[in-house]
């Protein structure tokens, strides 16, 4: 099993519904795990980062954390056509230094928020 | 600059040349990493740097494979021998080990190599 799966997409939602996008990972003694999107032909961009159980909230993105049954979500509320992209979920990284922090990606999911 | 910078931007080369790829992270980060993209697919983990050592190369599809960081700060990959299985997108990012969160990994724009 990959570290990190990412396996249902691609998703549409209609312009203002709320689109939540799945991770589940392997590793039971993973510290912390990111959000990147990346908009088609260009580098991915860090959106949301979370290490705690729980939800974290920033803007109009929620992440959520549940280390108890391995997965992480992404909420986007409001969804707008700018937030069409592909949605990478990355993990695990440690949060002690002198770990091995190598991070690795889902195969990301493509969200299209239709006006 | 303030973001991660990677040269060339694009780099067309003729199969069995040898290519390197330069990036330049942010200032100060410590930790620095290398991963190849193909077509909708997820970045693929290549190889890790904190400060001058490669702390995790498990990456590397083979040994024509092989990145330096000598002084802690710009990288640079080298493939030897290419093949048009090593066309992709090669990504550089870079981080703080000692993050708040964790290593916040930022990526540079990317290079993308074509083996003709």
């Known amino acids: 099993q990959k570290e990190v799966e990412q396996n249902s997409g691609p998703l549409s939602v209609p312009e203002g519904a709320i689109a939540s996008l799945n991770c589940t990972y392997s590793?039971?003694?993973?510290?912390?795990f990111f959000w990147y999107r990346q908009y088609s032909g260009k580098s991915p961009e860090l959106i949301m980062s979370i290490y705690s159980n729980g939800d974290k909230e920033d803007g109009r993105f929620t992440a959520q954390l549940n280390k108890a049954s391995q997965y992480v979500s992404l909420l986007i509320r409001d969804s707008q056509p700018s937030d069409s992209a592909t949605y990478l979920c990355a993990g695990p990284g440690a949060v002690f230094a002198g770990a091995n922090s190598k991070l690795t990606f889902g195969k990301g999911i493509t969200l299209s928020v239709r006006p | 600059g303030a973001g991660v910078s990677q040269t060339p931007s694009n780099k067309v080369t003729e199969k069995g040349k040898y290519v390197e790829l330069r990036c330049d992270p942010i200032?100060?980060?410590?930790?620095l990493y290398w991963y190849r993209q193909s077509l909708g697919q997820g970045p693929e983990f290549l190889i890790y740097?904190?400060?001058?050592?490669?702390?995790?190369d498990s990456g590397l599809p083979n040994d024509r494979f092989f990145a330096v960081r000598p002084e802690g700060s710009v990288s640079t990959l080298k493939i030897q021998r290419t093949e048009r299985g090593d066309s992709a997108v090669y990504l550089c990012a870079s981080s703080l080990l000692q993050g708040p969160f964790g290593p916040e990994a930022f990526f540079g724009q990317g290079t993308r190599l074509t083996v003709v």
């Open positions: 590793d039971r003694v993973s510290q912390s």
């Open positions: 740097f904190q400060g001058t050592g490669a702390a995790d």
């Open positions: 200032s100060g980060h410590t930790a």
